[in-house]
């Protein structure tokens, strides 16, 4: 509004009449009432003129900024002039009024000029600049900063820009319109988010006066996160180390990544890459925080070492990788496993000492001291274990095996191994020794006597030997075998045999004790192991007396034919020894102990019979009144079960002289032919019967030697032909007076080759013969036939009468 009014004032001036003009220039900011100029001096007008023509400046609508001292003539500042207010950016500022003077009415035109002072430092009108760029922004960017505005003119103005620092940036003024220059930030070296995410720069703008004046503006630069930094790892390799069988969800390590940049772009995500290996059953990672966690079962035995690729992402997809090297921590979990390799478990008893049994092995997977094993074995048994090589042991027998012993062995072997705590296994060997024929039988005794009593049926059986072998099955087979020996000259086989399987001895033959009173046999035991093994063992067999032999009378002589009579005189005192009957027996012991019984007597009052002796003695007086012929029948008994007895008549004749007794007699015999000279008679039988035992006694000597002879030729036979030896008897009681050696024979064969007798029984009796006519004595033991119901006995006497003619 000021300026066109101004230019009116200044036109109408012109027009008007211009006497004068004067210029002037003042520097705007003067104080008031400053001096500005003499504009009567320079009018050339007086200061009376002034006063006259009441002078006044006339600015039209223009400001009062001056005022005329018309005393002095001068012009002062009215108030105080800022040229930016005044003139804005118009240069030259001026200020033009008239000086008007009346009487004459003159005017004067005035120009001050107001210079310019640099009063104004350029300012931003927004001191505080606010970016936000991408640290992805290339160099070359640019950005357009706010202009500094300096209300000063001229050199005053505006005068330049900088920038600090200029680290990344520059400035760079592009010239506008009016003299106006846009004012560029541009990017000169890139940013870095992740080094400095905000920047701070001070622009500032620089005026051209004197002293020069500036203005600031802040710049703030907020860096943008741009996802150009990659996870990294803290290591590259972790290590980590893990017992075997850890349970599930132990720790195994923790990896860790960072990423410098932030956000989403910072965000670390972790995985596990092996998806060729088979570790997503094994391992699993917490995918927010990096930590690997066990889910399955680690086994060191099949695994040492796990190498883990961990990946780790942010969310721009960038990566980085690490691996986890984990190494399996050996636990001692697994038990020594023993594997028997021999197949045999049978081994004979007579292996050597030191002998391998059989062979072990030994696996313990485990490692170091988990895996080393040691193996011991039960002590009390002949085996040691040794270790030959690595895993493998060898049973060896470190003594003699003997399977009669012990026939089998469990050997239990236990392994350890050195681990803490140990793991144990053990095994049990069932070992069977075999057998080998080390043991010969042995007898339960070392030597045996068996009894058997005469007259046996052949075959009986006698006695068992019994032998033990201590060896197994066939080599404790034992078999029994009859030692050959000879008995009395005759095999010992014609008399027993043994029984191979059951030791048992059978008799042979029936056995006389009469003939043969004991014999040893010797009985081998012989196992049938091979080579066999055998021991032998004595039989003693003794033959026990039966009382199968009845008594024998001697004397007094007993004959069909002829009378003997014993004389007893008249005189004859109490106690007189008539006689005395003698007897044998040819058993023994109580069957041959012989006892005298008067069975029958004429006059029992007179005569008594020795119990013990035979003795017949008188028992009282002999009177004229007793008969002259006396009878009596003594019974000889033995003291056998049952006893056996002969009778024997006694004639006693009791008389003075000898015709008396003759007469008497007469009726005792049936033979007339006797009755003359009985004495005689009586001497000569006496005679005859001591001359016929002794020719009998030396006849039977020599057949008897003869035969023995014989029957070592006859013996293969084996026919059961029993030599015969005679027995020697003697009073058993000491009270007789005779020593008889007396002689008989049994013919006991079963087919008559040298003979005709035939003697089928055990019983067969034996019997003295003196001579054919043994009435007393064959009575007698018929009698005892008839009893033991016996049919055949007459045709025994003709037999022995036959056998003794045989003789
Ligand atoms: C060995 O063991 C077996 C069966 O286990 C048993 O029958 C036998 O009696 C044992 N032998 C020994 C000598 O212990
Ligand atoms: C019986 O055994 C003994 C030793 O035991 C021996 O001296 C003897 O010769 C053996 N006899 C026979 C007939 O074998």
């Not at 008559?752 to 019983?763: E, P, V, Y």
């Not at 019997?767 to 005892?784: A, K, W």
Request: hydrophobic fraction near 35%; glycine fraction near 6%; charged fraction near 25%.
């Amino acid at each position: 509004m000021r300026r066109p009014l101004l230019w009116l004032l200044i036109s109408i001036l012109s027009l008007g009449s211009a006497h004068g003009q004067v210029s002037y220039s003042i520097a705007e900011e003067r104080a008031k009432g400053s001096f500005v100029g003499n504009v009567a001096q320079d009018l050339g007008l007086d200061v009376t003129r002034l006063k006259a023509g009441k002078a006044r400046i006339y600015t039209g609508d223009g400001g009062d900024y001056v005022e005329l001292n018309s005393e002095r003539g001068v012009l002062l500042l009215k108030d105080k002039i800022d040229r930016e207010a005044l003139c804005g950016r118009t240069t030259p500022c001026a200020l033009h009024f008239q000086i008007i003077l009346e009487n004459p009415m003159e005017f004067f035109t005035v120009t001050v000029e107001v210079t310019d002072v640099n009063d104004n430092a350029p300012f931003f009108k927004k001191s505080d600049m606010k970016f936000r760029i991408s640290e992805s922004a290339a160099a070359g960017a640019v950005f357009v900063l706010e202009q500094a505005v300096d209300l000063d003119v001229g050199v005053n103005g505006l005068h330049s820009y900088s920038l600090k620092p200029t680290d990344n940036f520059v400035l760079r003024l592009q010239n506008q319109a009016e003299g106006r220059k846009m004012v560029e930030m541009v990017l000169q070296k890139p940013l870095d988010r992740e080094i400095q995410d905000r920047l701070s720069l001070v622009l500032t703008a620089v005026d051209g006066g004197e002293p020069r004046l500036s203005g600031t503006a802040l710049i703030n630069i907020s860096v943008l996160d741009v996802n150009d930094n990659a996870p990294v790892f803290t290591q590259k390799t972790y290590k980590s180390s893990l017992r075997e069988n850890s349970p599930a969800e132990t720790t195994v390590t923790s990896v860790s990544a960072s990423d410098l940049d932030e956000g989403s772009n910072g965000k670390i995500t972790y995985s596990i890459l092996n998806s060729l290996d088979d570790f997503s059953e094994l391992f699993d990672i917490n995918e927010d925080i990096g930590e690997v966690r066990l889910i399955g079962k680690t086994d060191y035995e099949k695994r040492r070492q796990y190498q883990i690729h961990i990946q780790a992402s942010d969310e721009g997809g960038l990566t980085d990788s690490c691996k986890i090297m984990v190494e399996i921590v050996d636990m001692n979990d697994n038990v020594p496993a023993i594997n028997v390799m021999s197949k045999s478990n049978v081994i004979s008893e007579d292996i050597k000492r030191g002998t391998v049994v059989t062979m072990i092995n030994i696996q313990d997977p485990d490692s170091g001291e988990n895996g080393k094993v040691h193996c011991i074995i039960d002590e009390n048994v002949p085996f040691t274990i040794t270790a030959t090589s690595s895993n493998f042991y060898s049973l060896v027998t470190d003594s003699d095996l003997d399977r009669e012993r012990a026939s089998e062995y469990n050997i239990s072997i236990t392994c350890c191994d050195e681990g803490v705590p140990s793991l144990s296994s053990s095994v049990t060997l069932h070992l069977h020794i075999s057998d080998v024929n080390d043991n010969a039988p042995v007898f339960e005794r070392s030597s045996y006597e068996a009894y058997i009593v005469e007259n046996n049926t052949p075959g009986l059986s006698i006695f068992t030997v019994k032998a033990t072998d201590a060896d197994w099955n066939q080599n404790a087979r034992v078999s029994y075998i009859l030692e050959d020996s000879s008995v009395n000259g005759v095999p010992v086989s014609s008399y027993v045999s043994v029984s191979a399987d059951s030791g048992v001895i059978h008799a042979v033959r029936s056995f006389d004790y009469e003939h043969i009173k004991d014999f040893h046999l010797c009985v081998k035991a012989q196992d049938g192991g091979s080579p066999p093994l055998s021991s032998n063992v004595t039989v003693k067999i003794m033959i026990q007396d039966q009382n199968d032999n009845a008594p024998q009378v001697l004397y007094p002589v007993q004959t069909s034919s002829s009378v003997v009579a014993e004389m007893v005189p008249r005189s004859a005192d109490v106690g007189y020894l008539v006689t005395k009957v003698v007897a044998v027996d040819v058993d023994s012991g109580q069957n041959a102990w012989l006892s005298y019984k008067l069975q029958k007597a004429t006059d029992r009052a007179l005569f008594e019979v020795g119990l013990q002796n035979g003795e017949i003695r008188t028992i009282r007086q002999v009177t004229d009144k007793d008969a002259v012929k006396q009878r009596l029948t003594v019974v000889v008994e033995d003291n056998g079960q049952p006893s056996r007895s002969a009778t024997v008549n006694v004639n006693v004749a009791v008389a003075d002289s000898f015709p008396e007794v003759l007469s008497e007699f007469t009726d005792f015999t049936h033979d007339k032919e006797y009755n003359d000279n009985l004495t005689f008679y009586l001497v000569l039988a006496l005679a005859v019967v001591s001359f016929l035992f002794i020719t009998c006694l030396v006849v039977i000597i020599s057949v008897k030697i003869y035969r023995w002879r014989q029957s070592r030729i006859l013996y293969h036979s084996s026919l059961p032909v029993i030599p015969y030896y005679p027995p020697r008897y003697s009073d058993t009681l000491g009270t007789g007076t005779l020593q008889h050696v007396y002689n008989y024979e049994v013919c006991r064969t079963t087919d008559s080759r040298k003979s005709d007798c035939k003697f089928g029984r055990a019983g067969s009796q034996n019997v003295l013969i003196m001579e054919p006519s043994c009435t007393g004595t064959m009575q007698r033991t018929q009698n005892e036939k008839n009893i033991l119901d016996e049919p055949d006995f007459d045709s025994e006497v003709s037999v022995y009468k036959n056998c003794w003619k045989q003789w």
